[in-house]
């Protein structure tokens, strides 16, 4: 149910199947290789991503809804086209407070992802 | 002109200046630190940007709007949702077909963006 083709040059949203999350609707595998990971995600309105952190860095972008965001300590609400910084090994984790679609973007990718 | 603040944690839309490019309406470079870069375009319709290639991996996506994009010899038509990824140092381009919001990520980070 992934989109495991490392490097695919062309990645249509409607051929991307949609892995439901254990505390969100959806998430999309979009686009990858080594070196960075595109993954978009979509949450009812108060599901929720728990505080987490991983050795990658990452890149979270709303695209459109509205999110409360905790990172490091620090709580934050964000609407489309606001992004956040999360540095390697820093705690963070969200709550949708719309309905929302926002990506998270890794670098390197997360192996964990595919397997 | 430029959200120069490597590793800032918040990127706020409102907050980050536009920088008027020289064949589309605008770029704001978002977030970045040197493994990735996120940066935020807009073009009317009709605008292009013409083909270049650098030897940063690139993923583009689409926000909203319409592309009609070349990488590497081959051109597809994407849309809201849809995604690229370019592989370092392949030929890529676009024309927009409607007012476009898109998405450029780079890996590593384009240091050439903030000289």
Redesign the interface.
Known sequence: MKNEKK???????NEIPAEQMPTWKSRRI????D??M?V?NEFASGETAADHSHPH?Q?M?I?EGKIETT??G?T?I??????????PDTVHGLRALEETRM?D?F??MREDFLA
């Not at 979009?30 to 290789?33: I, Q």
Request: proline content about 3%; hydrophobic content about 45%; charged content about 20%.
């Open positions: 490097e695919q040059i062309w990645a249509f949203h979009k686009a990858y290789g070196g960075m595109l978009e860095t890149i972008y695209i990172v490091d620090e934050r964000l609407g489309a086209g606001d992004a956040v910084y999360v540095r990506l973007i670098s390197p």
